[in-house]
């Protein structure tokens, strides 16, 4: 992830489980969630996400971070760039997602421009696409929070009405991007503050 930070560090970590929202996550106990003898588990709640994140999280069945998340969520939130490594199902649409949402939530005088949007997530697939999008409904399900998926093999009509009304999240594949970037007089990326590469060996 690449945003107005001023530092950058790149993190690797293997698999862990799903939550009921289709996110990876290590229930606490098990022995995947623990780093090492001495370091005992963490919870969402000391990451530093709002009570509004933390509450949705407890509805979707997220009870410890995964390493990924647990290591890059305060970087993210401090706003720091970011490179991470890891496998399918780790948790890292949590560990990017989430510090996002913290900081739309914090931004109490923000207003969508028409034409614009805050966050792109580029995909390599519409599935992981709508996969992310899905997801950061759920985290943000107590939150006003716009967002909209870009991708083709569907009608574009609904996707450039979306973009024409601003959003704060798209998460888009890079083809039907760069269609709607050529073909939209009234679409620009000139005031993105967040860039997420998703499986970037993928694209």
């Known amino acids: 992830m690449t945003g107005p930070g001023t530092r950058g560090t790149s993190l690797t970590y293997p698999a862990a489980g799903k939550s009921a ?26 990451l530093g996400l709002s009570e509004t994140l933390l509450r949705a999280l ?10 990924i998340q647990e290591q890059a969520i305060p970087h993210l939130v401090a706003g720091r760039d970011l490179l991470g490594i890891a496998q399918t199902g780790t948790g890292k649409t949590a560990a990017f997602a ?21 966050c792109l997530i580029l995909a390599p697939t519409r599935e992981l696409a709508a996969q992310i999008a899905d997801n950061i409904k759920t985290y943000a399900r107590h939150m006003r929070v716009h967002v909209a998926v870009v991708v083709g093999g569907v009608s574009a009509g609904p996707q450039i009405r979306a973009i024409a009304r601003g959003l704060d999240i798209l998460v888009a594949t890079p083809g039907r991007l ?10 620009t990326l000139q005031h993105l503050r967040w860039l997420i590469v998703d499986e970037a060996d993928r694209l």
């Open 21 to 46: 929202a289709g996110e990876a996550f290590l229930p606490a106990g098990r022995g995947g969630a623990t780093r090492s003898k001495d370091r005992p588990l963490i919870n969402f709640s000391e």
């Open 58 to 67: 407890d509805q979707a069945g997220y009870v410890t971070p995964t390493p």
């Open 98 to 118: 989430l510090p996002i949402l913290n900081r739309i939530a914090a931004d109490r005088n923000r207003a969508n421009m028409p034409g614009r949007t805050r």
């Open 178 to 187: 760069v269609e709607h970037l050529l073909s939209s007089g009234g679409f």
